[in-house]
């Protein structure tokens, strides 16, 4: 199936979009992105993804803020351009050429794309999977971190050292040792009934589907607690879990060869992928 580009509003076949030689997300790095999930042809939450990218946007300084409306319409014309219903959707914003004159305002790119399906193995939420602790470090000296920037090599640096050792996902912590996040998720644990998750100010990305989680888990009577948490934390869990939008809500049952509690997945995980999957059908229906 053809995979279709929205680039600043005019939509395209992939393989004919193109873009600036000198655009500042190539030449510099400077871009900020979203990658969400239409399910019946509706993105799940579209405009929480537009606020967190206009919003980092506007915390990075970029001279001129994307417009959610204009956002908006390049990721509804590629979402209706796809021949299946459910789509994995990237939105990627630039601060547009390097080569703008100094009598031409400056010019956002504007790229959206999407592509049949998304979601990821059945035997991943079936079977759980494994994650490793990543050897690099974040923290708050880095103006991008907390933000969804397209400077992301470090990320899939971490994230190909997990796979090549036969791992899903690589986890990073912070200078002082405290869990953040993974390389592309949020995570969370569950001890004792009370599900944790870092705090955004550890910092970590404000995940959409992290936000989600945290709210289902409160409409299901789940205790939710943002706070510190360290790797023997993570070790001694009952549950661990992964969310993004792609993945949605993911079990993770080892790391390394370490297992987490019983080593399949548990019932809190359960319990949020059937909520998360009801509140897909009731925002995204028709």
């Known amino acids: 199936m053809r995979e279709w580009v929205s680039l600043n509003g005019r939509l395209m076949p992939a393989e004919r979009a193109q873009v ?7 030449m510099q ?11 019946g042809g509706r993105v799940f939450r579209l405009e929480r993804h537009l606020d967190r990218l206009i919003q980092s946007a506007r915390r990075l300084g970029w001279a001129v803020a994307p417009d959610a ?14 021949e299946h219903e459910d789509a994995r959707v990237r939105l990627t914003v630039t601060t547009g050429s390097l080569r703008a004159g100094q009598d031409e305002p400056p010019k956002l790119t504007i790229i959206a794309s999407a592509a049949p399906g998304g979601r990821y193995p059945d035997e991943c939420y079936r079977k759980g999977v494994t994650v490793l602790f990543s050897p690099y470090r974040q923290g708050t000296h880095d103006p991008t971190t907390g933000h969804k920037t397209t400077s992301y090599f470090a990320r899939l640096a971490s994230l190909r050292e997990a796979h090549a050792h036969g791992a899903f996902e690589a986890l990073w912590f912070t200078y002082d040792g405290h869990l953040a996040e993974g390389a592309i998720s949020s995570v969370f644990l569950a001890r004792d009934g009370v599900l944790r998750t870092p705090p955004l100010d550890t910092p970590v990305l404000p995940g959409i589907t992290r936000a989600t989680v945290i709210e289902l888990a409160g409409e299901l009577g789940i205790e939710v607690r943002e706070e510190a948490l360290s790797g023997d934390d993570l070790l001694a869990a009952d549950e661990v879990m992964l969310t993004n939008s792609l993945m949605e809500i993911v079990p993770v049952v080892r790391v390394g060869r370490q297992a987490i509690a019983q080593e399949k997945p548990g019932e809190i995980a359960g319990k949020l992928l059937v909520a998360y999957g009801e509140r897909i059908d009731a925002e995204c229906a028709g």
């Open 20 to 26: 600036s030689v000198f655009d500042s997300g190539l």
């Open 29 to 39: 790095g400077i871009g900020l992105f979203e990658t969400m999930r239409a399910y």
């Open 69 to 82: 409306d204009e956002l908006r319409d390049n990721v509804d014309q590629v979402v209706s351009a796809t």
